[in-house]
Nanobody, 115 residues
Framework: VQLVQSGAELRNPGASVKVSCKAS????????IDWVRQAPGQGLEWMGR????????NYADSVKGRFTISRDNAKNTVYLQMNSLKPEDTAVYYC?????????WGQGTQVTVSS
């Protein structure tokens, strides 16, 4: 199993960014994918998850309405669209999947929001 994320991004406050996570090595539609972030000096914060089979999503209250998770099953890829970015969104963003009882993580994508 492998999760490969897109590269680092730098944005101004108020801008948007879309981060991708390409999955391989398992049946993509069978397992939820989560997005989690870690801000500097902070712990992990869960952002939301998607069921690749039907595209249904759940979000943390802190990002609901600003962040959107989507998927492209033909590409085995999940996306995290982040709008109206704030400096406090600066963090390393990780995608995560638990295949049966084993947890896998992407390598992380640094998103920096600064003017």
């Amino acid at each position: 199993v492998q999760l490969v994320q897109s590269g680092a991004e730098l944005r101004n406050p108020g801008a948007s960014v879309k981060v991708s996570c390409k999955a391989s090595g398992y049946t993509f539609i069978n397992y939820y994918i989560d997005w989690v972030r870690q801000a500097p000096g902070q712990g992990l914060e869960w952002m939301g998850r998607i069921d690749p089979e039907d595209g249904s999503t759940n979000y943390a209250d802190s990002v609901k309405g600003r962040f959107t998770i989507s998927r492209d099953n033909a590409k085995n890829t999940v996306y995290l669209q982040m709008n109206s970015l704030k400096p406090e969104d600066t963090a390393v963003y990780y995608c995560h999947v638990a295949v049966t009882v084993v947890h896998y993580w992407g390598q992380g994508t640094q998103v920096t929001v600064s003017s």
